[in-house]
């Protein structure tokens, strides 16, 4: 019923291995880190507590934007920085603020503890306990930023590309954001919109990396380049050749000029067996009815329409009525639809076995190691995340029935085995969002859809 | 009087070879590109476009938020970049989609043109020719991706970064923010704040690959590990040893439990030479008066307050009449305070000597290779920026006096000897913005403090 947890291991193996001719056999992570954690480390190795037993949880105290629930990604990418976090000599020569001790430890680092958490690709509300990181205090507070990092980097991309899926309504959906992000955020943000339902990515680094279709039309330069030497514009010949190279399957780029005359000239070029056109400004919605109906007029009736321009979910909202068949998204999609950042924490919760909690005004959390269930209806629908004490047993439900979200992720420093691959969570994701109530897909600001409910801790800790 | 352009070179010398233990000679470039710019190399080799001399031009049509000014940043991170342009024969066979010809053309690809354009550190305005880039059709349409994802994700931070550092009134800033944004934009950024006028980052890559100064405190983990072993917190124990560790010039987190204890413990811990205390939460004004207050009767009167907690330019200038020594910003510069992107964009302006331009609605641009001058008063102060034909005469300017903005980067694929260092590019920010007139130093939202205006074009490309 729910996608199966297989190959994480291969796609991590294969994404270690897909630059090989370049780049080495890991990329360290070890250094996408803040100062502060190795000078904690280095004044824990000498007071002794490095060695306490301790639990970091990742979770957000909300969700952006007011929106109803958030999705989880990244996860596979954590578990691979969590394997990587080894050190070359190189980089602990750059450590010069730290005494020779830490620096040892460092050397031998390897993450020796174990993690739980949600599923890549799973819904999460504000509290959920997302990751549950369990080892040595040495061992899992150097990890805070790296797997912060990625997870609301991938997670805010994630939770604005969902809203955009539901948005479309089926549409296809083109990551094409890459050029407004930083070159690297591109290719993950290409993953955790693929992960959430879009089709394909112009991103080849990601194409290549996680096995994501590529897609890609043309450019304006394109049909700018070709200009006669009077000076004069030729989208004929741009037309022309595009189609003569790349087959009428093609879609064509018709709004560099006169957008009428564009569509004309391209189903004169490649007859009306052409693939698409794309359409990149103006009135998309009054625009797609027009060029829609010009396509009919002259027998295009399997020509696609592509828009693209500065599209968020509230614009493809708005436009699933118009004759749209792709939405290509750029901006919006990269950079997280007005929350670029997820706000997730890494929090210690408990330490030699107490539950442990900040009191700072308004940034409070409950201590305790934690893992959660999702209570459902017969039906499927999800009423509630019912969260309790790690290891113990699953609350009563009652008439409802206990979905397990907290699932192991690595034991003993090691990936468990049969781990989802980037595909899997994509069915998942796509599984789960059917399982919220129904006003829970509404683009609307409002309360989080679901509610987080804590069972079997004390009232307060110390 | 404006900093000498030197030792870029060695700066990307020492990027490339930083992790040289781990990583190659460079880190290729090649695929950070969407798909759509190989598809039209391969129709323009095909159809013989490829070899006509063109030229791209980078520019912004607005300038985010109704801003006063952007900064430019990345170009350092560009110049590598095109100059990694070079593909393995493992990335060309990701390349399916592509015939031999392209495939043999990118084997052999190696960036042979020339760039012009602002320094990095230099502000902008909507249509500043901020980068132009010339050669043949084919070798400068591959590069449109990764030249915007550096410089629209550097430029926002930057940006962003100048408005506080304008706030803070020359208090320090510490860049906290990557684990807010994806691990390796994580780097980017504190390169992009620092250029901006950051004194510090918290990421130790950023320090390492950019010689940025690396400064931490502590994070509310270390006071909630000292937990004693009834359960009782244990402050002073954990003051204690961070202490014993990194000696009193160190910074204490103060608001785990109660400040006013956090403040008592701290002191009597580390004594009145105590560094600094760290505020994370609550509210700032009033707590930062409190707490200084209190450090005075204790006869701490050096001891500084660092404060953080979901800072932005406002948050500082609003905090600019409290004691508060040090800003420690996080989310709000690594995703440009509400413009996680500079929103440039890369057009083709010229082919085979014809200025071109597309006449898309809104999204019109202007043909022709330029060149760019900002007119200034002999106070210095700028009184509006002038854009002409590259390689015309500097456009007469009266009283004021022209001041070159676009200089040679790359001649002939080389990069240009002297290029600015980091350091020299964050001096020559500081120095640019003493020139705006006063009111472009505003947070508020308005118009562009200076004007674009164009000289020497004909009146509409054709």
């Known amino acids: 019923m729910r996608p199966g ?14 630059d090989q001719t370049e780049l080495p056999r890991y990329r360290s992570s070890a250094l996408l880190t803040d100062k502060y954690e190795f000078t904690m480390l280095q004044a824990a190795l000498r007071d002794g507590t490095a ?8 979770f957000a105290r909300r969700l952006p934007n007011e929106r109803r629930y958030g999705v989880v990604a990244g996860t596979a990418r954590v578990l691979r920085a969590v394997r990587d976090f080894v050190f070359s000599e190189e980089q602990l020569a750059s450590l010069d603020f730290l005494d020779d001790a830490t620096l040892e430890y460092l050397r031998q680092y390897r993450f020796q503890g174990d993690i739980d958490g949600y599923r890549e690709g799973e819904l999460y509300f504000p509290y959920s306990p997302l990751l549950t990181v369990r080892g040595t205090f040495a061992e899992c507070v ?24 539901t948005a479309a309504q089926g549409r296809e959906l083109i990551e094409m954001g890459s050029r407004r992000t930083q070159e690297y955020a591109a290719v993950s ?5 693929y992960l959430a339902g879009f089709h394909a990515t112009s991103n080849l680094e990601a194409a290549k990396r996680y096995g994501i279709p590529a897609a890609g039309t043309a450019a304006h330069s394109w049909t700018l380049l070709h200009v006669d030497p009077d000076g004069t514009p030729n989208e004929l010949a741009a ?6 190279t790349l087959g009428v399957e093609t879609t064509l780029l018709v709004d560099t000029f006169d957008i009428t005359q564009g569509v004309n000239n391209a189903i004169k070029v490649a007859g009306t067996k052409l693939g698409g056109v794309r359409i990149d400004s103006g009135d998309l919605g009054i625009l797609t009815r027009q060029v829609r109906e010009q396509l009919d007029g002259l027998g295009a009736h399997n020509t696609k329409i592509v828009v693209s321009s500065d599209l968020d979910e509230f614009a ?34 408990e330490a030699d076995g107490i539950p442990v909690a900040k009191r700072s ?4 959390s409950r201590g305790g190691t934690k893992q959660a269930i999702r209570a459902c209806r017969a039906t499927g629908t999800a009423v509630e995340e019912i969260v309790f004490p790690f290891g113990a047993d699953v609350p009563d439900t009652g008439e409802l029935t206990p979905y397990q979200l907290t699932v192991p992720l690595i034991r003993s420093g090691q990936l468990v085995d049969n781990l989802p691959t980037l595909h899997e969570s994509r069915e998942y994701l796509q599984g789960q969002l059917v399982t919220l109530p ?25």
Not at 5 to 18: E, G
Not at 51 to 58: A, D, L, N, P, S
């Open 5 to 18: 947890w297989t190959r994480l291991n291969q796609v991590i193996d294969s994404t270690k291995t897909s």
């Open 51 to 58: 060695h306490r037993q301790c639990t970091f949880e990742v």
């Open 438 to 462: 129904w006003e829970g897909l509404a683009l609307s600001r409002d309360e989080p859809v679901l509610n987080t409910r804590f069972v079997g801790f004390t009232q307060s800790p110390k």
């Open 239 to 244: 037309f022309q050749s595009q189609v003569d």
């Open 316 to 349: 493809i909202a708005g436009l699933v009525g118009s004759p749209v068949d792709v939405f290509g998204v750029g901006t919006s999609v990269v950079t997280g639809s007005g929350a670029p950042t997820a706000g997730m924490v890494y929090k210690l919760v």
């Open 142 to 165: 150097i990890l805070e930023t790296v797997i912060l990092s990625i997870l609301n980097a991938d997670s805010a991309v994630a939770s604005a590309a969902a809203r955009m899926v």
């Open 189 to 193: 943000a290409s993953r955790a919109a």
């Open 361 to 364: 005004r308004k940034k409070q």
